[in-house]
């Protein structure tokens, strides 16, 4: 029923570039702040980027500086652009969409993920 698409993810070498895309259905993107999580091995899942509807968004230190998210509203897609890779980077990204403060009932969906693999 609800599906989020993810491509993007591949093994690139340190101070590469990757740009993630995400795809959700129309009535989930347009109600639902979008974000980029990753998870590696033996670690726990982790916000990298989110933005809301309007544009606004929110970064993780880490990613600051490197990475920017950005959301296409007419096309119902989310993009996370990765510049300037470290092998820290590695994991796996997933894309996650959850409802905005007010909306019933609320969601918080998740995409299958995309390996990024960054090598030294």
């Known amino acids: 029923q609800v599906q989020l698409v993810e491509s993007g993810g591949g093994l690139v070498q340190a101070g590469g570039s990757l740009r993630l895309s995400c795809t959700a259905s129309r009535t989930i993107f347009a109600s639902s702040t979008m974000s980029w999580y990753r998870q590696a091995p033996g670690k726990q899942r982790e916000l990298v980027a989110a933005i809301a509807y309007s544009g606004r968004t929110n970064y993780a230190d880490s990613a600051k500086g490197r990475f920017t998210i950005s959301r296409d509203n007419a096309n119902n897609t989310v993009y996370l652009q990765m510049n300037s890779l470290k092998p820290e980077d590695t994991a796996v990204y997933y894309c996650?969409?959850?409802?905005?403060?007010?909306?019933?009932?609320?969601?918080?969906?998740w995409g299958q993920g995309t390996q990024v693999t960054v090598s030294s």
């Open positions: 996650n969409a959850e409802s905005r403060t007010g909306v019933r009932p609320p969601w918080n969906y």
